[in-house]
């Protein structure tokens, strides 16, 4: 079993359609990424976080250290938003530095 | 600054051959990782830098790969005698250190090698 799980693999969706996307991870953890990659494309930190919630403009993520789980949101989707998400996490165990990654959702938006 | 960048973007190569990769961090950044991503899979940890100390390598890391930072700024990535497993996307980034963290890591393009 992975340490992190994403889900869904795949979505679909209509420009305007509000967004989630989970990541569920099964070690302790000093902090989560979200992260962006465009195809052919390298990848973009869109959010780091250890607690609680944070917003960048449609964007939103949240965990709960609690129940080893992240969301993130888009709010207003739009077909720029076509990418794939990538959830990461920096786990307490041996080095706290490297990153590990789920497999990423690939998102689709229609106009 | 203008972020982490890698050299080359795209490697294509015959089976047997080796190559090497180039990663030049943000300036201010000590700490130096290499990642490789396989087509429709998460990025997998390789290998990381702190100043030109390699501290950590993942037992993905055969001894055909190697990998320096000899001045503590750039980095490179080298694979000998390439097999068609090793194409991948390889990844670089690059953080920051000091009490505290843990810092946020910043990407590059990746180097997209295929090995033919």
């Known amino acids: 079993k992975n340490e992190v799980e994403q889900s869904p693999q795949n979505l679909t969706a209509q420009e305007g359609e509000f967004i989630t996307i989970n990541c569920s991870y099964s070690?302790?953890?000093?902090?989560l990424h979200w992260l962006q990659q465009h195809p052919g494309g390298g990848i973009v930190s869109l959010f780091m976080?250890?607690?609680g919630k944070k917003k960048h403009g449609r964007l939103i993520a949240t965990i709960n250290i609690q129940e080893k789980h992240s969301s993130l949101h888009i709010t207003a989707s739009h077909p720029r938003d076509s990418a794939v998400y990538i959830c990461?996490?920096?786990?307490?165990?041996?080095?706290?530095?490297?990153?590990?990654f789920g497999k990423g959702t690939l998102l689709t938006v229609n106009p | 600054d203008t972020g982490v960048s890698q050299d080359p973007r795209h490697k294509i190569t015959k089976r047997g051959q080796n190559v090497t990769f180039r990663c030049d961090p943000i300036?201010?950044?000590?700490?130096l990782y290499w990642y490789r991503q396989t087509l429709g899979q998460g990025p997998e940890f390789l290998t990381y830098?702190?100043?030109?100390?390699?501290?950590?390598k993942s037992r993905l890391l055969s001894d055909r790969f190697s990998a320096e930072r000899p001045k503590g700024s750039f980095s490179t990535l080298e694979i000998q005698r390439t097999e068609q497993g090793d194409s991948a996307m390889y990844l670089c980034?690059?953080?920051?250190?000091?009490?505290?963290?843990?810092?946020?890591?910043?990407f590059g393009p990746g180097t997209r090698l295929t090995v033919t």
């Open positions: 300036s201010e950044h000590n700490r």
């Open positions: 830098f702190q100043n030109e100390a390699q501290l950590e």
């Open positions: 070690v302790g953890i000093s902090a």
């Open positions: 980034a690059s953080s920051s250190t000091g009490t505290g963290g843990p810092y946020e890591q910043y």
């Open positions: 976080l250890s607690s």
């Open positions: 990461a996490v920096k786990t307490l165990r041996g080095s706290n530095y490297k990153l590990t």
